[in-house]
């Protein structure tokens, strides 16, 4: 069965297989949505008269036994079957009959695929934030836990200035709440509902677009039929924005942890449940874990590229290009979600080595210290400068190794607190429940 089958021409098998492509895989990811997505247009159908008052709990009523059949992990595309739009619509004309056949009136597999995804990336982005909120707490609590142990800090990895572990949590814990601003952005671009665009010209039928809007818990409407169909890519290409900000603050806090596990730095300790070996040497306990995040989330980011580059010079108007996007798209999700959930696991039993700056090595880490003490005793910043270097250079100076950093967002004082009240309104203003409650209310 196929959408658009006329019933007057058959299409190679060949052809069929290379244009349906990964989507009856795929689809399966976006069968729950294509349902509400039909329950809500089915409603509109019947309140602008295209459904008969009582044909409209009938259809609603085996839309979710299908739901039912989602939800087992049952569900699945027949052979010959092109996309989760035809099984949906067979499986209810099945059971229906010419009934089943009514649903598409209006709407165009265009904005189905559409409204699927849009529905899909909400749902999709509610799990990721919940995810980053967990990572953030975790890493702000190390923060507050390792605040007063210092770790040297380097600029051009040489030996900087002190640094401390809690610094060091606490700035990938605030580097999560920007990529949560950028989350939050993505996510009010694909808040809004494209249902009722069509194949991207709108429709002769009086659709009452604010209705289905309601219904799905959209924060608005893609108004233009036009652009509406033009956001195809467009709005993916947003989210893997967000996406690829988040991974890259995991692939960077990667690669910090396998340099700190390493001998040569040796700040943190990974568990051996935590680490693999090596066939021929007995000594090894590689960070494979994080080696893993790393490459997996430096992949990650290629994927703004990727759509990017499917999009660039399209001209208006829904081209099968877009088909492809969903190959790496939708699959993307899941590796971000196992990624933050391991990386989560891995911070909870993460092992902070004390005493790091005794080593004799470290001992020009407090030049800065120094030169700031002798220019509270009034020796001006440029010559006290020149004086520790050069006792640095003749090998006579003798540097303190007590810090005294106090302002806010220094060692003395990491401003958890406050970077925890900048993620507590992040989260706040996405408003999960406003969706939550209109598709409860949509299929009870």
Known sequence: MKLWDKGTSEVSKDIEKYTVGRDRELDLLLAPFDVYGSMAHTAMLESIGLLEKEELPKIHAELKEILKVIESGEFVIEEGIEDVHSQVELMLTRKLGDIGKKIHSGRSRNDQVLVDLRLFIRDEIKTIAGLIEELFY????????????????????????????????????????????????????????????????????????????????????????????????????????????????????????????????????????????????????????????????????????????????????????????????????????????????????????????????????????????LVNEGVPFRDAYIQVGRAIEEGGASLSKEVNHTHLGSIGDPANDQIESKLKAIISSFDFEKADKSILKLIS
Not at 204 to 210: A, G, K, N, T
């Open 138 to 373: 975790t890493l702000n609590e190390l923060s507050k836990e390792h605040k007063d142990v210092l770790i040297p800090g380097y600029t051009h990895l040489q030996v900087a200035m002190p640094s401390s572990f809690g610094l060091w949590f606490g700035a990938y814990a605030e580097g999560l709440t920007d990529d949560l601003h950028l989350l939050n952005a993505a996510y009010k671009v694909a808040n809004q509902n494209p249902l009722g665009s069509g194949a991207g010209y709108g429709s002769s039928f009086p659709l009452d677009r604010q209705m289905t809007t309601d219904l799905l818990g959209f924060d608005d409407l893609s108004y233009n039929v036009v652009y509406a169909q033009m956001s195809r890519g467009k709005v993916e290409k947003t989210v893997a924005f967000a996406m690829n900000s988040i991974a890259a603050t995991l692939s960077r806090m990667s690669m910090d942890i396998c340099l700190y596990n390493s001998q040569n730095f040796g700040f943190l300790k990974l568990p051996t449940e935590m680490t693999t070996g090596s066939s021929i040497m007995p000594h090894k306990k590689n960070p494979d874990v994080f080696e893993l995040i790393r490459a997996k989330m430096n992949k990650l980011q290629s994927l703004t590229t990727e759509i990017s580059l499917i999009t660039t010079n399209l001209p208006s108007g829904y081209h099968r290009d877009m088909q492809t996007i969903k190959e790496t798209f939708l699959p993307a999700f899941e590796e971000l979600k196992s990624t933050l959930e391991v990386a989560i696991f891995a911070m909870k039993n993460i092992e902070v080595k004390d005493s790091i700056i005794n080593d004799p090595k470290y001992n020009d880490l407090f030049s800065v210290e120094e030169v700031n003490r």
